[in-house]
């Protein structure tokens, strides 16, 4: 197992590239599982210095690692830039956020008032929790996953072939959404720092309302206090 420990700042500066990382890293390694037996004499932890290439995904910058942020603060950005979106068809109609009183329960909502439903939309977490992948003394790494879901009546607002030309207003805005929030977003999530890792968009039907639903999973750093 490798154990990689915080460096102080200074001591590794690691260049990343769209591609790989390569560096020098100062690692701590178990001894139990450890390979070389002539590195285990005596059963003691052995630091060594080593050079890496390492994959960016699963890399950890002790820079960024100091930007800590929250699951509500993330989300709360997610719903301001999703509000800020000016969609390409009928940018009259913009996206507007679900108030989410009582159970926050955004299908009924819909369903009841498929009138006012128009790109209105709901950001929440699923509440997923597991063990942290990386922590120190001070913050750990944590993954959360949050569902944006978009409302589209089932009516001839967005053109005369109806529930085709609905597809095609959907196909845009998630084009848009994706384009703000998701992998592209990189340089949106600074300040609050986090990382897109992965996600998924479908539609769904209801029984008055098309959805749009996009999930995505990012990752992001968490103090402790």
Known sequence: MWLFQPIPS????LSATLGTVTGTATLTLDPIVLAS?????GL???TVTASLTLDPIVLVSYAN????????????????????LVPRSLSGDRFRKYRNEGGGRFHPWCEANPAGAFRRYQVRDTGAYSTASVSTTDLEERYVEFITTVAYPQNNRTGRQAALDRDDVMRQDQRKIETAIGLLAWGDFVVPYATWIGGSTVRERGQ???YLVVRQTMRYFRAYS
Do not use: K, M
């Open 208 to 210: 008055a309302v098309d």
């Open 10 to 13: 200074g001591a590794q500066q």
């Open 37 to 41: 037996t002539a590195a285990v004499t």
């Open 44 to 46: 003691v932890p052995r």
């Open 65 to 84: 690692a100091s930007r800590t942020t929250t699951v509500e603060t993330l989300r709360d950005y997610i719903i301001s830039i999703i509000g800020g």
